[in-house]
T-cell receptor, first 112, second 110 residues
Framework: SQTIHQWPATLVQPVGSPLSLECTVEGTSNPNLYWYRQAAGRGLQLLFYSVGIGQISSEVPQNLSASRPQDRQFILSSKKLLLSDSGFYLC???????????FGQGTRLTVV | DAKTTQPNSMESNEEEPVHLPCNHSTISGTDYIHWYRQLPSQGPEYVIHGLTSNVNNRMASLAIAEDRKSSTLILHRATLRDAAVYYCISRRQGAQKLVFGQGTRLTINP
């Protein structure tokens, strides 16, 4: 069966520090991969999505970047975190518009 | 993807049916209608999806209007665990993005 792993569950980072969040998927191949952010009390904002290795589409200009070095690995990074980067980060995978998407458990990031 | 419109919030009672509406008046013939829900402090979970016909699964039913400009998610017998934000999403054929709107916050009263 397919599973999605996302870590860490919680993270507290100082302003200006780098960030690396990793997401891996098991049990499927060539998935579409997604990174979302949810600020406190707000909706889900699509940050990046990828349809294949090395293919990244950015939805929102910001100081975050994403990479997909392997088929089932999706990484969210930042060189210097801002206070406004705090939020709940979610990774998801799916196979197409007529199938369901599956979400990881999320990382709650607090930038202090 | 077609824009969807949902009420900001709804309230219902435990063990009663809940009908969550969604308008998608600009939907095209090949757009799928998806529903997800997000429980507090968790990622969204898939509920149901459909194209033209009504759909049923163990979680809910999806009733799609004949003109497809609206749909209704039906929880047949709400429990306290159904309290969540419910998202209605229209996904175009071939579209790779999955974009969420604001959703409907459902409160279930004991």
């Amino acid at each position: 069966s397919q599973t999605i792993h996302q870590w860490p569950a919680t993270l507290v980072q100082p302003v200006g520090s780098p960030l690396s969040l990793e997401c891996t998927v098991e049990g499927t191949s060539n998935p579409n991969l997604y990174w979302y952010r949810q600020a406190a009390g707000r909706g889900l904002q699509l940050l990046f999505y990828s349809v294949g290795i090395g293919q990244i589409s950015s939805e929102v200009p910001q100081n975050l970047s994403a990479s997909r070095p392997q088929d089932r690995q999706f990484i969210l990074s930042s060189k210097k975190l801002l206070l406004s980067d705090s939020g709940f980060y979610l990774c998801a995978w799916g196979q197409g518009e007529d199938t369901e998407a599956f979400f990881g458990q999320g990382t709650r990031l607090t930038v202090v | 993807d077609a824009k969807t419109t949902q009420p900001n919030s709804m309230e219902s009672n435990e063990e009663e049916p809940v009908h969550l509406p969604c308008n998608h008046s600009t939907i095209s013939g090949t757009d799928y209608i998806h529903w997800y829900r997000q429980l507090p402090s968790q990622g969204p979970e898939y509920v149901i999806h459909g194209l033209t016909s009504n759909v049923n699964n163990r979680m809910a039913s999806l009733a799609i209007a004949e003109d497809r400009k609206s749909s209704t998610l039906i929880l047949h017998r709400a429990t306290l665990r159904d309290a969540a934000v419910y998202y209605c999403i229209s996904r175009r054929q071939g579209a790779q993005k999955l974009v969420f709107g604001q959703g409907t916050r459902l409160t279930i009263n004991p």
